[in-house]
């Protein structure tokens, strides 16, 4: 049974910078994993943001960028705002198979 | 513009069938892999199943292998999910999405197992 970690809840303030970052069970997470992350607010469905480790979607803002980081995913918010607050997802791929992480509820304050 | 609207949800007892539906409309459905997608209440998203573009190849979570079947009519621009079998942790918004590079998701579908 493979798991996806993610923290589960970060705290950040307006204006800051804040990563969360994307564990697998098997190891070291690599661009093999084509890691996507994805943001949900309450009541909506996900919207993507990134995919295959680093690119953008073309409604992603720039302030939000992919990248490898200490073996693991990692989703970093750069100048974060106040509608940034949600949960982020990160989803990670396995031989036809895809994993979701747990999730990090990110508040901003 | 790109539009994935889910249907087929509802109430089933354990043990029932249901079937849901994605219609897509504003892209080239046949050039894209699809997705299921769902989410239990208040709880994180799980990724269901998948299938290329001509139905060759399909992928399922192991949970519900045997018991759900992912399916498409590009004709009709349409994705589906058979369910069999239903259980009480299958209750869930279902969600349908293209390929994680074009990035497009539907607003779901609950379908609740219960008695």
């Known amino acids: 049974q493979t798991v996806v970690t993610q923290e589960p809840s970060l705290t950040v303030s307006p204006g800051g910078t804040v990563t969360l970052t994307c564990a697998s069970s098997?190891?070291?997470?690599?661009?093999?994993?084509?890691p996507n992350w994805f943001q949900q607010k309450p009541g909506q469905a996900p919207r993507a943001l990134i995919y295959?480790?680093?690119n953008k979607h073309s409604w992603t803002p720039a302030r939000f960028s992919g990248s490898l980081l200490g073996g693991k995913a990692a989703l970093t918010l750069s100048g974060v705002q106040p509608e940034d607050e949600a949960e982020y997802y990160c989803?990670?791929?396995?031989?036809?198979?895809?994993?979701f992480g747990g999730g990090t509820k990110l508040t901003v304050l | 513009e790109v539009q994935l609207v889910e249907s087929g949800g509802g109430l089933v007892q354990p043990g029932g069938s249901l079937r849901l539906s994605c219609a897509a409309s504003?892209?080239?459905?046949?050039?894209?892999?699809m997705s299921w997608v769902r989410q239990a209440p208040g709880k994180g998203l799980e990724w269901v199943a998948n299938?290329?573009?001509?139905?060759?190849?399909?992928y399922y979570v192991d949970s519900v292998k045997g018991r759900f079947t992912i399916s498409r009519d590009n004709a009709k621009n349409s994705l589906y999910l058979q369910m069999d079998s239903l259980r009480a942790e299958d209750t869930a918004v279902y969600y349908c999405?293209?390929?994680?590079?074009?990035?497009?998701w539907g607003q779901g579908t609950l379908v609740t197992v219960s008695s």
């Open positions: 999405a293209t390929n994680w590079k074009s990035g497009f």
């Open positions: 504003g892209l080239t459905f046949s050039t894209y892999w």
């Open positions: 299938m290329n573009q001509d139905g060759s190849e399909k």
């Open positions: 098997t190891g070291t997470v690599t661009s093999g994993y084509y």
């Open positions: 295959s480790t680093t």
């Open positions: 989803l990670l791929y396995y031989s036809g198979t895809w994993v």
